[in-house]
């Protein structure tokens, strides 16, 4: 099993440019939210072919909140 811990997304629902937003960002190394089809990419590769050896890894889509 693979874990994907996705970080702060840019949606309809939490808005990169929310009030709240100001209090993330600093935290992003990347200095911006994710955009969606970021996320999808690093999951298509992980359940594509080139992803079939990762195994039992949790991994981190955050722009570098956890770095």
Do not use: C, K
Not at 7 to 21: I, K, L, Q, R, Y
Not at 34 to 57: C, H, K, N, S
């Amino acid at each position: 099993m693979t874990l994907v811990n996705v970080g702060s997304t840019d949606t309809d629902m939490n808005p990169e440019d929310a009030t709240f937003a100001s209090a993330q960002l600093p935290h992003i190394t990347r200095g911006s939210y994710a955009r969606p089809a970021e996320i999808a990419g690093a999951v298509a590769f992980l359940m594509g072919p080139d992803g079939e050896f990762v195994t039992g890894t949790a991994t981190n889509v955050d722009g570098g909140w956890a770095a």
